[in-house]
């Protein structure tokens, strides 16, 4: 049988990244500050980043995320470091009775439908500035992008969830240890790809797992 004639490769297209890496920040206390531990964790978290040409690391208002940004920029040396109002801890989504899952049953009682609409709002917002590539510069050109977000749990989740284009309520469950890493790419003509969820690696066993329930974890 013969063969067809010779295809000739097609060249790959160029395509410009924006690579997120999401971390929730480290452990804090009851009061929102930043423990012993959780400066530990941001340090280790910032040496694991040394490596990559970061451009900029962004964090919650919250004291707890911006203490954490501050410890591990200090791995990053001349990164500016600045905050974000997008990335303040919100409930992103307030399901309908038949998408809450039995487990999360009363937690949203508390939130009217005001509150339900700034979470939104700020979710989109979140969305719209970073789930994005990178935009073109003044000189019209493009180049790949490192950022950091120091934010919460219900923020990556969001962002998480966004990537995979999930029903909104499926941000439900995905929990985020503290200082853990996700790492996110958006590219032109492609959907987002989740390079890694919840790593953390950097991180010796006595600091994992902090920011879950107890439970035997491996």
Not at 110 to 132: P, T, W
Not at 185 to 200: A, C, K, Q, S, W
Request: proline share 10%; net charge neutral; glycine share 8%.
């Amino acid at each position: 049988m013969g063969s067809g004639p010779a295809r000739t490769p097609c060249p790959r297209r160029l395509m410009t990244t924006r690579h997120l890496y999401l971390a929730r920040h480290g452990a804090a206390d009851a009061f929102g500050r930043l423990t012993g531990i959780g400066h530990q964790q941001a340090g280790l978290l910032g040496e694991r980043l040394a490596g990559v040409p970061i451009d900029a690391v962004w964090h919650s208002p919250l004291p707890r995320a911006a203490a954490s940004a501050h410890e591990l920029a200090r791995h990053l040396p001349n990164v500016p470091v600045a905050e974000a109002a997008e990335l303040i801890d919100h409930v992103p989504y307030v399901p309908s009775t038949a998408e809450t899952p039995p487990s999360w049953a009363g937690f949203f009682d508390g939130y009217d439908e005001a509150e339900a609409a700034s979470g939104q709002k700020l979710a989109e917002a979140l969305v719209a500035r970073f789930a994005k590539v990178p935009e073109t510069t003044a000189q019209g050109t493009r180049r790949d992008t490192h950022e950091v977000l120091v934010t919460h749990a219900y923020p990556i989740a969001w962002l998480v969830r966004h990537a995979l284009d999930a029903p909104p309520a499926r941000w439900l469950g995905l929990n985020s240890a503290n200082t853990a890493l996700t790492v996110i790419e958006y590219r032109d003509g492609l959907p987002p790809t989740i390079v890694m969820f919840n790593d953390m690696s950097h991180l010796p066993t006595g600091l994992r797992w902090t920011g879950f329930p107890e439970s035997i974890r491996p």
